[in-house]
């Protein structure tokens, strides 16, 4: 059942046993596991079924930091940021969960092995198939080419994609599930706290139109994404001035992200040769694509101790790869052009000593193909990188998130190392030869980085509350009755993209809940 909480009348306050306060990704799939069964399910989303700008507004923070593009990485509606994903799916690997001391304090209290079994479930929900993602059961199953490289040395990785949005895929489940009820356009301005109690009693809801309702629950869930989830237990500070799971002063801190930096060309020793392995989406079951990416093997990133590093591969036909063909290129159009060429003894210069490729370039019927690493790499937990509350407040009285993007010295060594690794293994394999494009000096690490949109760490995962928001359970440490979904318990990211991994620790939240409930 859906409700328009701005038609809501009464001031009685909705009782339920689970409150999920947010409708996406974590949200929805706590709701289709927990739909059906003998309990009460209650979901509040801020938006409708549709982007609302006034309801989107709500999403506006304050840059600190870093440019940061807050508010386009964002959808406040059902269905949450999966309206509009790219459905890039992949496991963490193994090395993250583990213990790292050259990053930090980054170790997950869980295995890979522990969430293998979730990860499965959650292949169900996005629709994506086969749970698999090696070589043999994907790429090499579709006799696709792939790049000649040792695979102890820089190895190929598979990511798959399904860009499911959840809201319109499951709208009709949530509906007829017979025990959840979610009410739209629902915005909780407070978590809160027994005075004396360590648990939860209920969460205030208001509506941009003016209405203000409570949900009184056995459980809470805060599902609503790693900016929002920081940002309102910080503003749920009526008993605890820190705010709700701050004692520690960690709620906010290690805010990650992925840093996507492109940086370094491939230029082939074959001018044709084409992988579409990396380059294109390729289907490899109805509605389910896969597509290949480089990444250094987790023993290469242990001996180098450097965060986790993966490149997508994206191919262009371009001759700016070669100074002597880019000289001759520019002789040319200032001849055509009937001027004189400008630096006319440097380009030739540039021809005689490297006449090769002009030469096969005269022949060619298109430029050579050229392969651009668009780095897609882990960010290492940062306790000063972080989500604060700020002094402006919006159209409900909330103060606005801060955001204090900040990467370090080993985030630009880690790529730096990949790309001297790489670059090695091109020439070694005679695959071509590599130009690795970071400046020496930058007034800013890695200037030119940006995100890809994946907020992880302000409520992060650990069993000492000295060192985590959240338990190995999502639960809350010292609110027994307060749970975190989604990627900001992540204590460390990878290079995956975390929807999938979002999804699989929603299922196992869900089995938690069950259990406390006798469900």
């Given amino acids: 059942m859906y409700i328009d909480s701005r038609q809501l009348d009464s001031k009685t306050p909705i009782e339920t046993d689970v ?58 509606y059902f269905g949450g940021t999966t309206n509009h994903w790219g459905g890039h799916c992949a496991p963490i690997r193994s090395l993250n969960f583990e213990e790292r001391p050259w990053i930090g304090d980054a170790a997950w209290p869980l295995t890979r092995a522990e969430l293998e079994p979730y990860y499965a479930r959650a292949h169900r929900v996005l629709r994506l198939g086969e749970y698999a993602y090696g070589l043999d059961n994907t790429v090499r199953k579709m006799r696709m080419s792939l790049l000649p490289f040792d695979p102890k040395r820089v190895e190929t990785v598979v990511s798959r994609y399904n860009p499911l949005r959840m809201g319109r895929e499951y709208r009709r489940a949530v509906d007829e599930s017979g025990n959840v009820t979610t009410y739209l356009y629902a915005n909780v301005t407070s978590i809160n706290r027994h005075r004396v109690s360590n648990y939860v009693t209920d969460v205030s809801v208001a509506t941009l139109s003016g209405r203000s309702f409570t949900v009184r629950a056995r459980y809470f869930v805060l599902a609503t994404g790693g900016i929002e989830n920081a940002r309102i237990l910080l503003a749920s500070n009526r008993i605890q001035a820190a705010g709700l799971g701050n004692g520690h002063d960690l709620v906010g801190r290690y805010f990650m992200e992925h840093i996507w930096y492109t940086s370094g060309l491939i230029l082939a020793a074959d001018p044709d040769v084409d992988l579409p392995a990396y380059s294109r989406l390729r289907a490899i079951e109805p509605g389910v694509g896969v597509r290949c990416h480089i990444a250094l093997p987790e023993a290469i990133v242990r001996q180098q101790q450097i965060p986790d590093f993966r490149a997508e591969v994206l191919v262009r036909r371009s001759d700016a790869f070669h100074d002597s063909v880019q000289s001759a290129s520019a002789i040319r159009d200032d001849l055509a052009k009937l001027d004189f060429p400008d630096r006319f003894v440097g380009h030739l210069a540039n021809i005689i000593k490297n006449p090769a490729p002009v030469v096969k370039r005269l022949w060619a019927d298109q430029p050579p193909l050229l392969y651009v690493l668009a ?51 091109v020439g070694r394999s005679r695959f071509g030869r590599m130009r690795i494009e970071i400046p020496d000096h930058e007034e800013r690490i890695l200037d030119q980085a940006s995100a890809g949109a994946h907020h992880m760490g302000t409520t992060r995962m650990h069993r000492d509350p000295r060192r985590g928001v959240v338990d190995p359970d999502c639960r809350v440490h010292g609110l027994p009755n307060l749970f975190v979904a989604g990627s900001s318990v992540f204590p460390s990211g990878g290079y995956s993209n975390p929807t999938l991994t979002i999804v699989a620790l929603a299922i196992r939240m869900a089995d938690r809940l069950k259990e406390l409930l006798k469900a």
């Fill in 19 to 76: 409150c999920v306060i947010g409708g996406g990704a974590a949200g929805i799939t706590l709701a289709l596991e927990l739909a059906g069964r003998r309990l009460r399910v209650c979901v509040l989303e801020s938006g409708g079924f549709f982007r609302d700008p006034q309801t989107h507004d709500l999403n506006a923070a304050v840059n600190v930091g870093r440019p940061y593009p807050v508010a386009a990485t964002r959808l406040r």
């Fill in 375 to 425: 780095n897609h790499v882990e960010q290492i937990p940062n306790r000063d990188s972080r989500i604060a509350l700020s002094t402006e407040r919006d159209a409900l009285g909330l103060p606005r998130a801060t955001v204090d993007w900040r990467l370090s010295p080993l985030d630009r060594l880690g790529i730096v190392k990949a790309h001297r690794l790489i670059a090695a293994e």
